[in-house]
């Protein structure tokens, strides 16, 4: 079997991309998902503010998947379901799985959509018993909203990333006791958006610098240890107390689902956990691109689509054979206060949209693009900075077009 | 239950211990059952150690535990064919780091042979670099006969293969009180069930000296001591060729921390070594988590604390306190003042090694008390393939899709686990329900996302498919559940 773009994983970067190398003139384009449905984790999303940006409307998840899929089918895009790649070579052919046997397809380009995972327990190394009670927030969300089961009565939330906290309040809405949140960091994790909204709004209290450090119980989770933490995240001592719960909720980060393109020898980025891509979104490997969580874990759906569109449009015109692979490059690289920016090599030859995120929360301040002169190329003011917030900034091949070097800091 | 059945073996303890000795009695005509406090066979030492399966070096010449490990070894590779199991004879270096530990290598390479060790050799830095580069230390002891299995594995299929051929398993029963009537023990569970045997075996691990008691045998006692490990994710498991230990030193209890590459491909860091105060200590510390992480970054230095996707624990059934530390000799007896009663006792490393020759021992001992019969229909092979569908060849899986269409479909993204080897697994002999027991015979949930992705999906399964509720749901052991009921 053989296609044009052959789009690995149908969720919200999936559809964009798909919709968007078609409509860009690839003749054939595939979507392969594992679920049974397209829409990927946005079916378990039932919370709204979704699109906001977008469509200028707050959706729930599956009414944002929605309008992607009709538009998908609109375009003729051709998909299959409950089927896994299971390999990915460089030479861009891929192996599937499904119930109909194994297949073997041939791609001209391939876009990487696969989304992420989130860390676990034992990623995080949890110390104490492994009893029941102990969910991802995503594994909740799923068994809450998608199959009508309900974890427990009594929870402890480690972590406030954003999963963690519409969990909270979702627990909350169903019945369930929310002692708190608790957060290593001195900050949130999650949007500033949802604190208000899932935590505050519902007095939730939220406890930072503080963590889990013990859990509890033989069978079913008994109870946690909790304790505050110094500047360098380790407990304090004597500040240790027992909170009984039977149930933790873990929402500590997430991991970009690289397995099949590491596998195929796509150079990964260890600060974004995803593949070094350029300003086409094509990874280290010439024809494979990639976008969405699979490339950098995103706060907003309403960025994954629209960096998935560009994805999607340049595997298209990939599998024309009108883009070539960088030759000669610029690197951008991040400098203080930043903790990464993406792309990390540009051609100068077309605009790009660089997405950054910064070390710690921050207010007044300018992110400033520099050459290797330290010339300020761009900059631009913000009254607040937060790690929670990606920034995604459009930079115009004009302003950058003599540049040999460049480098994005906060000052 | 058959409660009028009155068993001619009685085992107490389905662990790797209990298992091998039920498997090898079933080759006999005897009436067998095997009383397990957990919901699961092998849930305790038999599923918490490093599944290596040791050359012999270490023990002493003339003791059983030096006897029945380099017996044991020889019998590992015809017992995994028949059972299906993984197996691996990857070999081991000891390493000596300085000029003072080389006469330990020596030492030890003249007890092992002694011991009837096949092939061992001292290897120089060259020699050692060919087997595993980057390996540090000066001088090397190469035991080629040291293995890898997966110890929960094999500790399940050796009782699949045991209740294939007649023996009956009954979990979820501790025993609470045993009575020797006549010829006849009445063996008590906590739910208020009498087993009546013949012969009675204790293979009761880290509670043996617990069951003794019962029977007013009060002079023996075990202290628990923990071995903490980290699991590493499949990424850095290229990077280990054979195993690698540092040389012995005096007086310490396990065989120091050490990186050892499971059958899977994961590595484990570890162990530890902690005497704990019960046998239900199973909680892992962040100080010894800690120690590991450090100690493996510097065996393995491309190690990322983000590559850690586990960490358990294990307790070695030690029969020497703390004060004392070291080794002592793995009791097995038939106690004649109690005839009948075969007592295994402080079965520690290399107690998964031994297993298949402490079950020859015990056999022995047995025909002081029976005339063993052999059964002409004794079935020494399990039906199935090796491994997991993920290792087999295209042609392979797409022959075995084309007959059974859910071969097609993976439920576990991680380890590729598909949808008919979980349902196989919920439908395993033994009838074990719990998500641990998919996890140890399917090896779902076992991945770097640790269920994340799959949990929901296996949920769906067993609720669409085996008609499980909410409740049903349990993790490993009784009041284990996982779910509260529906939201609505």
């Not at chain 1, 397809?105 to 989130?118: D, H, N, P």
């Not at chain 2, 389905?14 to 039920?22: Q, R, T, Y």
């Not at chain 2, 075969?342 to 047995?366: Q, R, Y």
């Not at chain 2, 393939?385 to 392979?396: H, I």
């Amino acid at each position: 079997m053989k296609r044009e773009v052959v789009v690995i994983g149908g969720g919200p970067a999936g559809l964009a991309a798909a919709i968007s190398a078609k409509r860009a003139g690839a003749r054939d384009v595939l979507i392969v998902e594992r679920d049974k449905r397209l829409g990927g984790i946005l079916n378990q999303c039932i919370h709204d503010g979704f699109g906001l940006h977008r469509f200028k409307e707050a959706l729930s998840g599956p009414e944002y998947a929605k309008r992607f899929i009709e538009r998908l089918d609109a375009e003729g895009v051709e998909y299959m379901l409950d089927t896994m790649v299971t390999k990915l070579g460089r030479d861009k052919t891929l192996e599937l799985s499904s119930a109909k046997g194994l297949k073997r397809i041939e791609a001209k380009a391939v876009v990487l959509a696969m989304g992420c995972r989130e860390r676990t327990q034992g990623a995080i190394m949890l110390p104490g018993t492994r009893p029941s009670g102990i969910y991802t927030a995503g594994q909740a969300q799923n068994l809450i909203n998608l199959q009508n089961i309900m974890v427990g009565k009594r929870a402890v939330v480690l972590g406030s990333g954003d999963i963690g906290l519409i969990m909270a309040r979702r627990l909350l809405l169903e019945g369930c006791e929310v002692v708190g949140v608790y957060e290593i960091l001195p900050y949130p994790s999650g949007l500033p958006r949802n604190i208000q909204q899932c935590l505050l709004d519902y007095g939730i209290p939220l406890h930072l610098s503080t963590t889990v450090v013990e859990v509890h119980g033989e069978r079913r989770l008994t109870g946690v240890s909790v304790a505050k933490v110094d500047p360098n995240r380790r407990p304090l001592p004597n500040t240790t107390s027992f909170i009984p719960c039977d149930t933790l909720l873990l929402s500590v980060g997430l991991i970009p689902e690289n397995e099949l393109s590491r596998e195929a020898g796509v150079e990964i980025e260890p600060m974004t956990g995803g593949p070094l891509v350029d300003d086409t979104l094509m990874t280290s490997l010439e024809g494979i691109f990639a976008c969405g969580n699979v490339l950098q874990v995103h706060d907003l759906v309403d960025h994954v689509s629209e960096e998935s569109e560009l994805a999607g449009l340049f595997g298209a015109r990939f599998s024309e054979g009108e883009l070539r692979p960088l030759g000669e490059y610029t690197s951008i690289r991040p400098g203080p206060g930043i903790r990464y920016c993406l792309p990390q090599r540009v051609s100068r030859e077309r605009d790009f949209f660089l997405s950054l995120r910064v070390k710690e929360p921050m207010r007044d301040k300018k992110i400033v693009l520099l050459d290797e002169n330290r010339k300020r190329l761009i900059q631009k003011s913000f009254p607040r900075l937060h790690p929670a917030v990606m920034v995604r900034l459009k930079v115009m091949v004009e302003k950058i077009a003599k540049a040999k070097g460049l480098e994005v800091r906060v000052e | 239950m058959d409660q009028g059945t009155r068993y001619d073996v009685l085992i107490i303890g389905a662990g790797v211990v209990g298992n091998a000795i039920a498997r090898e009695l079933s080759k006999y005509k005897l009436k067998i059952g095997v009383l397990e406090k957990e919901l699961d066979v092998g849930m305790g030492t038999s599923s918490r150690n490093s599944g290596v399966i040791h050359s012999g070096i270490h023990y002493k010449p003339g003791t059983l535990r030096a006897k029945l490990n380099v017996l044991g070894n020889s019998m590992f590779e015809r017992l995994c064919r028949e059972l299906k199991v993984k197996m691996s004879y990857i070999g081991k270096l000891t390493v000596a780091q300085e000029d003072s530990e080389i006469k330990s290598l020596y030492e030890l390479k003249e007890q092992g042979e002694a011991n009837g060790v096949p092939g061992l050799q001292i290897l120089k830095r060259d020699e050692m670099e060919k087997l595993q580069p980057g390996v540090g230390g000066i001088l090397a002891l190469y035991s080629p006969s040291t293995g890898i299995v997966c110890p929960y594995t094999f500790t399940i299929r050796l009782a699949e293969s045991a209740f294939r051929n007649g023996v009956s398993f009954w979990l979820g029963k501790k025993v609470v009180a045993i009575e020797k009537r006549f010829d006849t023990f009445l063996v008590k569970t906590q739910d208020g069930e009498t087993f009546t045997s013949r012969v009675l075996i204790n293979s009761a691990g880290l509670y043996s000296d617990q069951i003794c008691r019962l029977l007013g045998i009060e002079e023996y006692k075990i202290y628990p001591c923990r071995g903490e490990y980290l699991i590493l994710d499949k990424r850095l498991g290229h990077h280990l060729k054979t195993l690698v230990y540092p040389a012995p030193h005096h007086g310490k209890a396990g065989l120091g921390i050490h990186l050892t590459k499971t059958v899977d491909g994961n590595i484990l860091i570890g162990p530890s070594n902690e005497y704990v105060n019960s046998p239900e200590e199973y909680a892992t510390t962040r100080e010894i988590m800690e120690v590991l992480l450090k100690e493996g970054k510097e065996l393995l230095p491309d190690l990322e604390t983000s590559d850690v996707i586990r960490s358990f624990c294990g307790l070695r059934a030690k029969q020497t306190p703390p004060e004392v530390g070291g080794f002592r000799d793995f009791v097995i007896e038939h106690r004649k003042e109690i005839k009948g009663f075969i007592n295994l006792l402080g079965i520690e490393s290399p107690g998964l090694t031994s297993a298949p020759a402490i079950a020859l021992t015990v056999k022995d001992l047995l025909e002081e008390v029976l005339t063993l019969e052999e059964r002409e229909d004794f079935l020494s092979e399990l039906p199935g393939f090796t491994g997991y569908f993920s290792e087999l060849s295209y042609e392979e899986k797409m022959d075995l899709i084309s007959k059974e269409k859910d071969y097609g479909q993976i439920v576990c993204r991680c380890e590729g686990i598909t949808k008919k080897e979980v349902i196989d697994a919920i439908q395993n002999p033994l009838g074990v329900k719990t998500l641990s027991s998919l996890r140890y015979r399917a090896r779902v949930m076992m991945g770097r996302c640790q269920g994340g992705f799959c949990l929901p999906r296996i949920v769906e399964i067993l609720t669409k498919e085996f008609g499980f509720r909410p409740e049903d749901f349990l993790l490993h052991r009784e009041g284990s559940y996982l779910f509260t009921g529906n939201v609505r």
